[in-house]
């Protein structure tokens, strides 16, 4: 158990995100707890994005609640600080890969000049990113810009750390990095709770797995037991790769 999650587990309780009469997220209850990778998995448009956005607080449900550990004493403000979240098209500032970092930091207000400098440093060195610090954010290649995405929300030192499609269209060594990263994170004491599209990567990452179809969630299984013996025909079926109806 992480010593540092402090808002976990994380309760969704009959979690529906309805847009006019089209239900997108169907009534999602269940509990994600601190000591496991979670990672998302389903078929395009399930709602892993949307369910993601959900429990980062950046769209609220229409019905159902998500509730955070420790809420009540926390606060709003303290429980949405502790958390953060890469998109897959991260927007970065038109400063410098080490700016972006020392940037967010101020935000946060609580520490120094030097120590922010050392903590970008540290966390562009954890993605492989130390030779590019003063270079312009913009300009770095699409693998770059997330692994410095990640590297930005991971010196935050988040409670968890929401990723989505973390290595969309990277290379195999760019997504090697960030798996790395992932890991070191994770050692860190920051939970991690992804989705992605690479079946190899969620059997490397994941501990636990939730799948999605069509807004609803169909399992929420250990990783062993998911790959070996998905529990549904859906689950089976994306799994052997065939269109999921
Ligand atoms: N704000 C919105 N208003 C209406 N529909 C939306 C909205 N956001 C998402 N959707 C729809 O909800 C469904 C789920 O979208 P979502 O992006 O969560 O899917 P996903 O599982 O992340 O898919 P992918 O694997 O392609 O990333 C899609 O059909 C999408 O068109
Ligand atoms: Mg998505």
């Not at 693998?143 to 929401?162: M, N, T, W, Y």
């Not at 179809?213 to 549904?232: I, K, M, N, Q, V």
Request: glycine fraction near 8%; aromatic fraction near 4%; hydrophobic fraction near 45%.
């Amino acid at each position: 158990m992480h010593a540092r999650a402090t808002i976990l587990p994380l309760t969704l309780d009959r979690v529906t995100y309805a847009h006019g009469s089209t239900v997108l997220i169907d009534g999602i209850s269940t509990v994600i707890g601190a000591s496991s990778r979670t990672i998302i998995l389903g078929p395009n448009g399930a709602g892993k994005s949307l369910l993601l956005r959900l429990c980062h607080g950046l769209i609220a449900p229409t019905a159902g609640a998500v509730r955070w550990a420790g809420a009540d004493t926390l606060g709003r403000s303290d429980v949405a600080r502790r958390q953060a979240m890469v998109f897959q098209r991260p927007v970065l500032l038109r400063r410098s890969a080490l700016a972006n970092i020392t940037y967010a930091l101020s935000l946060q207000g609580r520490l120094g000049r030097a120590e922010r400098l050392a903590r970008a440093h540290e966390a562009l060195a954890g993605v492989g990113l130390a030779h590019v610090a003063q270079r312009p954010a913009h300009v770095l290649s699409g693998g770059e810009q997330q692994r410095l995405a990640i590297a930005r929300a991971a010196a935050l030192k988040p409670d968890v750390l929401f990723l989505d499609e973390p290595t969309a269209s990277l290379d195999p060594g760019a997504c090697r990095a960030i798996e790395d990263a992932i890991r070191a994170i994770d050692a860190a004491g920051t939970k991690i709770i992804m989705t992605t599209h690479d079946l190899g990567q969620a059997r490397r990452l994941a501990d636990e797995v939730l799948f999605l179809c069509h807004g609803r969630l169909l399992e929420h299984t250990p990783a062993d037991e998911f790959f070996e013996s998905p529990r549904t025909p859906q689950a089976a079926a994306f799994l052997r790769g065939d269109i999921v109806g």
